[in-house]
């Protein structure tokens, strides 16, 4: 089956700093990326979608300068939380799909604590 | 707006079966998801249905009511590593997903 990773699996940065996490599908050509986050006990929120080569639509309420998402190539997608405060503190997940296929293949997740 | 129901928890014995159900108020309906979710990890697929009926994958059923907007996820033979959050998703018109909150199912032996 499709593998999506995701790097670092878990980091812990000090409030005012920037975190990039990485998603890459190791084996298939992801035309689109989404990007969620989790809060505890809580659904997955989708934060935004990429498709490779153009920016990001983000959702309603998600400040798009704030994290930061490139879409660069067909198997990489990076998010970057800028200036990140403690209330960024969660669990982000990235899923990737190929063309026209219904399925999204997740990645293992990024648990962010900021301190 | 979008709504996706399922019950917050649920507790089930070992050997035995469970039923999670899922409605759905979606704008636009292009197939129905259910995932399973470990504590601390990413989603795992499970099923998928767009056609109204029952798909069956191993222990795993999946049924779908377009008509009542109403699926159910079926788990057969409970084995302790079924306890797990199970996530019902739609996708709507634009075929971006919409996630139900996640029912919690606890396996007792």
């Known amino acids: 089956g499709a593998v999506v990773s995701q790097h670092p699996s878990r980091v812990i940065c000090k409030s005012g700093t920037s975190v990039k996490i990485e998603c890459r599908s190791l084996d298939f050509q992801a035309t689109t990326m989404f990007w969620y986050r989790q809060f505890p006990k809580k659904s997955l929120m989708l934060m935004a979608t990429s498709n490779e080569g153009s920016k990001a639509t983000y959702e309603q309420g998600v400040e798009k300068d704030k994290f930061l998402i490139n879409h660069a190539s067909l198997t990489l997608s990076t998010l970057t939380v800028t200036s990140a405060h403690p209330e960024d503190s969660s669990f982000y997940i990235c899923?990737?799909?190929?063309?026209?296929?219904?399925?999204?293949?997740f990645g293992p997740g990024t648990r962010l604590t900021v301190t | 707006g979008q709504n996706i129901d399922q019950p917050t928890e649920m507790t089930a014995t070992e050997g035995a079966i469970v039923q999670i159900n899922c409605t759905y108020q979606t704008s636009g309906f292009n197939g129905l998801f259910w995932y399973q979710q470990h504590a601390g990890e990413a989603p795992t697929f499970l099923s998928y249905n767009v056609l109204d009926g029952l798909e069956e994958k191993g222990r795993f059923s999946s049924f779908l009511s377009r008509s009542k907007g109403y699926s159910y996820l079926l788990l057969k033979e409970l084995q302790m590593k079924d306890s797990a959050s199970y996530l019902c998703?739609?996708?709507?018109?634009?075929?971006?997903?919409?996630w139900g909150a996640g029912t919690k199912l606890i396996i007792k032996p």
């Open positions: 899923s990737a799909k190929a063309g026209s296929e219904y399925e999204q293949y």
């Open positions: 998703a739609v996708m709507d018109s634009n075929y971006q997903l919409i």
